[in-house]
């Protein structure tokens, strides 16, 4: 098995010992994606809209550097801070998989950042 790490134009240090993705054999193992700026710096504070379309275009960065498309995600791994942003996280995430499906589970819990809404991990069949 061969491994290789994608990694987007523009991609920030991590803070931690990871890349924003990895594939292998075709498959693109997406890391957990917070909504942070470059710097890490969380966006859209108190915004789980706008956090929520944030991580999701970051991971479609993600997957489009690895040659694939949003449609090529098979499973998402979503932790959010607080219940009370799940229907807004739900809407924008339909509009990201507006046909078939990718399994998934959602999960509270706490995240990196107190100001962190959402966290999203994903794996992609790419190719």
Request: glycine content about 10%; proline content about 7%.
């Amino acid at each position: 098995m061969s491994k290789q790490t994608v990694l987007p134009a523009g991609t920030g240090k991590p803070l931690a010992p990871y890349v924003p993705g990895s594939m292998a054999d075709g498959v693109l193992y997406v890391s957990g994606t917070l909504p942070f700026d470059k710097d890490n710096n969380v966006v859209h504070v108190g915004d789980a809209t706008a956090q929520t379309r944030h991580v999701l275009e970051t991971i479609k960065g993600v997957v489009e550097e690895a040659g694939g498309t949003m449609d090529d995600v098979t499973f998402n791994m979503i932790m959010i801070r607080d219940w009370s942003d799940y229907p807004a996280v739900n809407e924008v995430y339909a509009s990201y998989f507006p046909g078939e499906k990718p399994a998934r589970y959602c999960i509270q819990c706490g995240l990196v950042k107190p100001d962190a809404l959402i966290e999203i991990a994903s794996i992609a069949h790419v190719g």
